[in-house]
C-alpha cells in the first residue's frame, strides 16, 4: 500500500508515456521530458503563490499585525490578485534603455532559477533529470545568474539599476566560493556528483535511529550552516538584502522594471530560494529519507517537503528577526570567515574519512573544526564588533 | 535526430560567435560571445561529455564573461570612432584558422561517432586527473592559489 503511494507520480506518468507505444523513442524521450518540466513548473509555481502569501501571515505573526487576510479564506487568494495586478500593470520600458538586453534579463534570470531545480531528487525515482554531474549542473546554472543581473542592471541604463546589479553580482561572486566548497566535503565522502547517490548514501540509520545524515557529523553540521548562510546572500534575502534598498538605490537592478517583468525578478527570487533549500535538504539533510526507520511508511516526496519547508520557514524567520548588514560586513564576513572555515570542513570531512568514519572520525573531525574556529575567532577581533565605520572617501 | 540537433547548435553558435565579432556595441558583442559558448558547451553535451560542457558553462559564462563585462564598464567608451579596417587582427585570424584547419586535416586516428568509446563520466576524469595527471593539477592549483592571494594583497587596505 505505501509502496504505491510512494510511487504514485512516477506511476501515473509511465501510465501517461504507456499511451505512446507505437511512436518512436525519440518522441517518447520528448514527451517524457515534458512531463517533467510540466510537473517542475506546476508544483513550484504553486508553492511560490503559496510563500508569497505564507510569508507574509508569518511575517504579520512575528511583527504582531494580521497580515493580508482580506482575499478568499484567511487571505489564501491573495496571490491571485496580486499576480493579477501584476498581468494588467502598464509595462515601461526607458527611452533610453537597450531594449533587447532589458526585454531578455528577466527571461534569463528565471531560466536560470528553474533550470537548477531539474536535478534536484524529490522522491524515490523522482529525479526530473538524471545527469552524471548533477551538482555541477546546479551551479553552472546557477552562475549564468550574474550575467542576467548584470544585463538587468545595465540595460536599464540609470544609475540607480547599475549600482544594485554592482552589488548583487559583488555579494553573488564572493558567496559562489563558499557554497561550492562547502558542497565539496559531502562529493568527497560520497565520490559522485549526482544527487541520487548523495542521498543514497545518507540512507543507513546507526543502531537503527539516528539517520545518517551528514548534518549528523561535525563537518557536515558545519558545511551545512556555511552553505545554508551562503544560500541566504546568493538569493538576497535579509540580512544580506543590500541589492535592494529603498532609501539607497531603490530597487537596485529591478528599478526599471514593472509589471510582469517585475514579476518575473521576484518569482526567479523565489524559486531561485526553493533550489537553493532543496539542495542543502539534498546534501545534508538526507533528502528525501525519512528521519526515523519507523515512520518510512509516509511517502519519501512528503518528506522532502516537509524538509524544503522547514528551511523556508527559517529564511522566513531570519527575514522577520534580523537587521540588515552593510555590504561591506558581507564582504568581510565572506573571505574573512566564511572562505577558512569551508576549507576547514573539506579538511574535516578527510580526517573523518580516514579516521574511520565512526566515533574516533566524528571526535577528530570536531577537533579540527574546533580549533579553526576558536582561532578565526581570536585572529579577526571580534570583541570590536560594534565600532564605527570609517570612510575613506568621505567625511 | 542527433545530426538535426548538431546542424542547429552550429547555426546558432557561429551565428552568436558572427555577431560578437562584428556588432558595434562592446556589450552586445560580449553577451552574444556568451551565447556562442553555451553553443559549444551543447557540442559537448552532445557527444556525452557532460562534465567539460557544465565546466565550460561555469568557467566561461560564470566567471570570463563576468569578467569581460566588468572590464568593458571600467575602462574608456570609445564606441562612436571608427578605426578602419584592422589587418593584423584579421592577419592573426588568418594563422589562426590556417593552423587549427592544418591541424584538423592532420588529425585521422580519431574516426568521428566511433560507438564503443566509453562514456566520459565525471569517475574517470577525476580518476585520470588524480593519477596521472596529478602534477599539472597540483602545479595550476598553486597557481590559482597564488592568484587568490595576489588579488586579496592587492586590495588590503594600506595601514594609515
Redesign the interface.
Known sequence: MSKSVDQIFVNAKQWLLSWLMPAPA?VVQIVSSLINIFALLAVFLTLFALMSVLERKILGRIQNRYGPNRVGPFGLLQPVADGIKMLIKEDIVPARA?K??HFLAPILIAAAAILALGVIPYGRNMTPFT???GI??F???G??T??AV??AG?GSNNKFSMLGAMRA?AQM?SY?LPLIITVLPVVMVV???VPDRIVAAQAEYTLGVVPRWFVFTPWGATAFILFFVSGLVESNRTPFDVPEGESEIVAGHMTEYSGFKYATFFMAEYIGMFAITGLAATLFLGGWHSPLSVLEFIPSYVWFFAKLSALLLVYVWLRGTLPRTRIDQIMNFA?KFILPMSFTCVIAAAVWHYAGRGLRGWLWSFVVIAIVYTALSMLLDTQRKFAPRTYRFAE | MSSAAFVLIAMVTLAAALAAATLQKLMHATLSFAVALVGVAAFFFLLGAEFVGLVLVFVYIGAVAVLIVFTILLTRRDVGKDRGANWGGALLAVAVFGGLAWAVFKTQSVAIGAPHIRALTVKRIGEALMTSYVWPLQCVGLLLTAALIGALVLVMEEKR
Open positions: 525519440w537597450d533587447l538586453v545527469i552524471d554531474g555541477l549542473f551551479f553552472a546554472v552562475s549564468t550574474e550575467l548584470f544585463m545595465w553580482i561572486i559562489e565520490g559522485a556528483l573571505w
